[in-house]
Every structure is written in C-alpha cells, then in structure tokens.
C-alpha cells in the first residue's frame, strides 16, 4: 500500500525557515515525479514545486522560486520542500504527490498525502 505521509507544519511567523518532509513509502518511487502543492481556504489547490527522483530535476512555481526548495533523501525515501521567507500568503495545507510523469496539474498525480498545514502569522 503506497503511503505519502507529510510532517513539518505548525504555526510560524513570517520570514521564518521551517522544513516540511514527505515519507513515502509501499512501493519504488525512483521513476516518478515528487511534488508539494498547497491549498488556501477557499481556494484551489497550486503547484508548489517538483522533482524527478531518480535526476533530481526541479521545477517550481513563480510565486516560491528562490525561497523555497525541494530535496530528498533516498536513504531515507523522504522528499523535503524547505521553505524560506515565508509570507502571510504561504499559509495552506501542503500536500505530497506523486505521479510517473513531470506536470504542475494535481489531477495528473496518482498518489497524495493527508497534507500539513502551515499557518503564518504577521
């Protein structure tokens, strides 16, 4: 049973550093695509950021380009998005996906953790 399981949220202040990790476990994931969206209340969910596990290609959303960044650790099998900076505007719930092939479309993605939420205050 594939499992994504995300940890790292909480409340911060802005300008704050904190790292979110994405445990995934339940099958070999080297041949797909990792990535973090998130979801503000009343809102539809947005790419965050992606990578290719086995290259280790990145790709991120203009809104966190330079302040955010995606890595992993395949020892571990944890994907991580460290977050820089952050604004009011970066409060959501962030989610973990999967998906064999390279898009920024969550409905592309075949398997999704239960997300995290972070909340950040002024």
């Known amino acids: 049973q594939v499992q994504l399981v995300e940890s790292g949220g909480g409340l911060v202040q802005a300008g704050d550093s904190p790292r979110l990790s994405c445990a995934a476990s339940g099958r070999t994931f080297s041949s797909y695509a990792m990535g973090w969206f998130r979801q503000a209340p009343g809102k539809e969910r947005e790419f965050v950021a992606r990578m290719r596990w086995s290259s280790g290609r990145t790709y991120y959303a203009d809104s966190v380009k330079d302040r955010f960044t995606i890595s992993r650790d395949n020892a571990k099998s944890t994907v991580y998005l460290q977050m820089n900076s952050l604004k009011p505007e970066d409060t959501a719930v962030y989610y973990c996906?999967?998906?064999?092939?390279?898009?920024?479309?969550?409905?592309?993605?075949?398997?999704w953790g239960q997300g995290t939420q972070v909340t950040v205050s002024s």
């Open positions: 996906a999967a998906n064999r092939y390279d898009s920024v479309i969550p409905d592309r993605y075949d398997y």
